[in-house]
């Protein structure tokens, strides 16, 4: 009975192990959901896991529907779980985040989220 138990939890920890390897949206900044006093210069995505810059992308458009992003985005060398994207001069309003991220082991996670900037 006990090798029975052994046999079916390494089955359940070999199963389960994939879905860590997913690059998950751990925080971003501006945060989610957040209204900010400032307009910020740059987007900052913080996964869970390494992701591949060539497959990655982020987007921020304003609440018209246009790409207020400048569409250079990159992965922090250092931190290969950060993607970083470069926003032009943003005005008072809505705006909404679209990522994609390609973990390292090819997995693609998807998003989105807005943020407001306060008048």
Known sequence: ???RRLVVAS???CVAAPVRAHA???HAEPRVGSVVKTAPSELRLSFSEPIEGAFS???VLDAAGRRVDKGDVRVEPAERGV???SLL???AGA???QWRAVSVDTHVTTG???FRIAP
């Open 57 to 59: 992308t982020a987007k």
């Open 11 to 13: 089955l359940a920890a």
């Open 112 to 114: 989105s989220f807005g």
């Open 83 to 85: 993607l970083r994207v």
């Open 24 to 26: 998950f949206l751990e």
């Open 89 to 91: 001069p943003l005005a």
């Open 95 to 97: 705006y909404t985040v």
């Open 1 to 3: 009975m006990k090798r």
